[in-house]
Nanobody
Framework: VQLQAFGGGLVQSGGSLRLSCAASGRAYSAYSMGWFRQAPGKERELVAVKSYRDGKSYYSDSVKGRFTISRNTERNTVYLQMSSLSPEDTAVYYC???????????????????WGQGTLVTVSS
């Protein structure tokens, strides 16, 4: 599977933005999908993931209640709806795919084997 993320841009604090990640290739439905981000000078961190097995979603504490991950299997696309954005959300956002499905696996970075290019989200104060 190959991934292409888009939808980043400049948004004011308190605003909303939706990222999209289009997947191509076979067996897309057998991959869990996730979003990660990397802020300047920081390590890449998990933002939100969705298990392909049971559809459960997991979020980092920093985005819980503000971000929503969803996927459209017919369109082979996963989305990240972001609201109440703050400058701390400024980062390059990456979508990723994993053949694993459990919470313990999906919260482990090494389980994510396919990466798309990043899309930059900048939140101004």
């Amino acid at each position: 599977v190959q991934l292409q993320a888009f939808g980043g841009g400049l948004v004011q604090s308190g605003g909303s933005l939706r990222l999209s990640c289009a997947a191509s290739g076979r067996a897309y439905s057998a991959y869990s999908m996730g979003w990660f981000r990397q802020a300047p000078g920081k390590e890449r961190e998990l933002v939100a993931v969705k298990s392909y097995r049971d559809g459960k979603s997991y979020y980092s504490d920093s985005v819980k209640g503000r971000f929503t991950i969803s996927r459209n299997t017919e369109r082979n696309t996963v989305y990240l709806q972001m609201s109440s954005l703050s400058p701390e959300d400024t980062a390059v956002y990456y979508c990723s795919a994993s053949p694993y499905y459990s919470y313990s696996d999906l919260t482990s970075a090494i389980r994510w084997t396919v990466w798309g290019q990043g899309t930059l989200v900048t939140v101004s104060s």
